[in-house]
């Protein structure tokens, strides 16, 4: 397979998965809980991402995916103050981007982050996107086995037995 093969293979797959892939949950039972808002918003912020991809950027979690990560894991545990500014944060940017502009109350809106808490918002999604498409290869790999077994059955089914004992 040649290389731009791979690559229209690989942007269809993230087009997909953008519409397929699980919601990355903190794992505690509070999945079933996100918003249908933040759901619906997760999905759009997947699709912009895959054009920013083919515009050479690196493609990550969107800030859709953390606002609700770190909304099931506060559900949780309590956040420390670096996590309770980074959820304020994202979540008062992933509201105003879906809500027409409107604004999260000035008592809880945080206007910018810290360079350390900027890289742990990197990395939690990064790490977002290593679970979303980990979860995206292994339903394709079961999908894989489940075809394969089929077809053996089939085949199995059509093949006349010539010995039995």
């Known amino acids: 397979m040649n290389l731009a093969t791979q690559q229209v293979e690989r942007g269809i797959s993230n087009i997909v998965g953008a519409l397929t892939d699980p919601i990355i949950a903190y794992p505690g039972g509070w999945g079933d809980t996100i918003p249908e808002w933040l759901k619906s918003a997760i999905i759009t912020e997947r699709m912009v991402m895959n054009l920013k991809a083919l515009k ?11 606002c609700a990560y770190l909304y099931t894991a506060c559900l949780c545990f309590p956040l420390d103050h670096d996590w309770s500014q ?18 999260v109350p000035e008592d809880i809106r945080v206007e910018s982050l810290s360079a350390e808490q900027i890289s742990d918002l990197r990395r939690l999604k990064g790490s977002i996107y290593q ?4 979860a995206r290869q292994e339903r394709d790999r079961a999908d894989r086995r489940e075809r394969r077994e089929e077809e053996a059955t089939k085949k199995k089914a059509e093949k006349p037995v010539l010995f039995e004992f």
Not at 131 to 134: A, F, I, L, N, S
Request: no cysteine; hydrophobic share 25%; glycine share 16%.
């Open 131 to 134: 679970g979303r498409t980990r």
């Open 86 to 103: 980074i959820y304020l944060y994202i979540a008062g940017q992933v509201h105003s981007r879906h809500h027409n502009g409107a604004q």
């Open 56 to 66: 050479g950027e690196e493609i990550t979690g969107t800030d859709a995916e953390a």
